[in-house]
């Protein structure tokens, strides 16, 4: 391969790492406590960013990725999880959300090509949608590797920034005016 092309093709990787990570720390960054009396409003404000198809694709990969039927968490479909991940895509770089837009058209059309499967990654059942999964985060491809980091950083970043998470991981909320209490400063 030549080394130009190589080069560039590390640099896109690259790139798409770090807009994922950089997407997740802005939206943390973004995030305000909830005065004690405030709910999580239940219905999901319209997505800005993602089409519906690529809002289901990423509703179906977060569901399978985060343990939300374990030990009373919430689905990922029953937060605004999906709406917090559009928020953090409307604030990337246009290359970025263009990439994920690919990402996520091959995920969801990859099963023929690297499962064997003639199905759609939302169609297949859950067991083979995890078994599916695997195959993205055990593959030797790098770019394979990357993507399925980069879906599972957003899933994450969507999933355990909603209130309704905390609970079941023993987490009280932000610090600063929120379940934990308000600061406190020590006298010289």
């Known amino acids: 391969m030549d080394r130009g092309v190589t ?16 997407a ?12 004690a009396h405030a709910t999580v409003p239940e219905a999901t ?3 800005t960013t993602l089409s519906a198809t690529e809002a289901a694709t990423m509703t179906a990969i977060a569901e399978r990725m985060v343990c939300g039927e374990a030990s009373g968490m919430p689905r ?8 917090t991940i559009d928020r ?13 837009r690919w990402l996520l ?6 099963p023929p090509v690297f499962a064997l499967r003639l199905t759609t990654f939302t169609r297949m059942s859950p067991e083979a949608q995890d078994e599916y999964l695997q195959g993205w985060a055990t593959s030797r491809s790098q ?4 993507g399925f980091r980069a879906l599972k950083n957003l899933s994450m970043l969507g ?12 987490y009280d909320g932000p610090w600063l005016g929120g379940a934990a209490g308000p600061v406190r400063t020590s006298s010289p």
Do not use: C, K, N
């Open 7 to 22: 080069s560039m093709l590390l640099t896109r990787r690259a790139l798409l790492g770090r807009a994922a990570l950089a």
């Open 24 to 35: 997740g720390w802005l939206t943390l960054s973004r995030l305000r406590p909830l005065p």
């Open 45 to 47: 404000p319209a997505l």
């Open 76 to 83: 990922f479909g029953e937060t605004p999880a999906l709406a």
């Open 88 to 100: 953090a895509l409307s604030q990337v770089d246009t290359e970025v959300r263009r990439q994920l």
């Open 105 to 110: 058209w091959g995920f969801e059309w990859g």
């Open 143 to 146: 770019l394979r590797l990357l």
């Open 159 to 170: 999933y355990y920034a909603q209130p309704s998470t905390w609970p079941a991981i023993h």
